[in-house]
């Protein structure tokens, strides 16, 4: 297994022709369950974990690699109550989410397979939101579970959705030429309803869409009276992976549309920062913010509505 992923980097260049590559885990039982690789960094055997006082009881300790300190989280105990219990032959994903490098405890690990977003689809109706899926697949007549991770890492980890003052004031100024309305399509719950709140916070409402087919089809009801994209909102924002139609798709469908081609499209993405700044520039889209820091999106929001670039000024920007 140490060598499956040697090319992950490589892997890169699927994305944008609505494809990607599915790395196959087990947890406890013989169930198949399937992450992204553009977000694993490697896998390896179970190190030795440290354990950390006060620490969520689904992070079982910390692992020191190349120089780093990262969170170990047991994914079975967090998603089934049913923990990991042989550590010794166990595996441990290492992924990088919302910039924060942390460890997966998984049973066991299968293998990596190539899949078309299409193929890629939302959770089954009545499911409950209380599941941690984002979408299913079908490898080997078998269903894949695909893990919501933002939502376990926010579960464990929390996430701070506060606006600090800095970026309240500029909501005073804000210009009335462009819609205070933004599309938000994301296939993670957690992720669209964290921007849905901040933007709200600094007077943006937000249509929501749940991956980048519904997203594509409804910026198309919008302007079905003839009208242009950008009467009706401001920019859309949208992650990159997602079931049916992924982000990169999404921007390049928009950008062949006569009456959307000219709205602004912000990728909004745990993914690797230098990846996406090259992928942003191929498929046309104007700028993308990694998940998630809630000041820098809404600075970066009101910054495109009032007509300016959307870094101006974030060196005065601080997250919480």
Not at 41 to 64: D, F, W, Y
Not at 305 to 320: A, F, H, R, S
Request: glycine share 6%; aromatic share 6%; proline share 4%.
């Amino acid at each position: 297994m140490a060598g499956v992923l040697d090319s992950v980097d490589s892997r890169t260049r699927l994305a944008g022709h609505n494809r990607m590559e599915l790395l196959l885990f087990r947890l406890q039982g013989k169930q198949r369950y399937g992450i992204n690789v553009f977000k694993v960094q490697e896998v390896i055997r179970c190190p030795r974990l440290t354990h950390m006082p006060n620490a969520n009881s689904k992070v079982v300790g910390v692992a020191h690699l190349r120089n780093k300190t990262i969170p170990v989280m047991d994914l079975g105990l967090a998603i089934s109550n049913q923990p990991i219990t042989d550590r010794e032959n166990s595996y441990v994903i290492v992924t990088e989410y919302n910039r924060y490098t942390q460890g997966f405890l998984v049973a066991g690990v299968d293998r990596i397979t190539n899949m078309n977003w299409k193929d890629i689809l939302p959770p089954p109706k009545g499911s409950g939101s209380a599941n941690y899926l984002t979408a299913v697949t079908h490898v080997d007549d078998e269903m894949i579970s695909i893990i919501d991770v933002e939502r376990v890492f926010a579960d464990i980890m929390g996430f701070s959705e506060e606006v600090s003052e800095n970026v309240l004031q500029g909501v005073a100024g804000m210009s009335n030429e462009k819609p205070r309305h933004v599309m938000v399509v994301d296939d993670s719950s957690v992720a669209r309803n964290q921007v849905k709140r901040v933007l709200e916070k600094v007077g943006i409402d937000c249509t929501l869409a749940n991956d980048g087919q519904e997203g594509y089809e409804a910026l198309e009801k919008m302007i079905a009276d003839g009208s242009a994209l950008s009467d009706k909102i401001a920019l859309v924002i949208s992650d990159i992976e997602m079931p049916r139609m992924d982000g990169y798709t999404l921007t390049t469908k928009i950008r062949q549309h006569p009456q959307m081609r000219d709205i602004y499209v912000m990728l909004h993405t745990s993914l690797s920062g230098v990846f996406n700044n090259s992928m942003v520039e191929q498929v046309g889209a104007n700028h993308f913010v990694p998940k998630f820091k809630p000041n820098e999106l809404a600075h970066s929001v009101i910054n495109i509505v009032n007509n300016k670039d959307p870094l101006e000024g974030m060196d005065q920007i601080v997250d919480t």
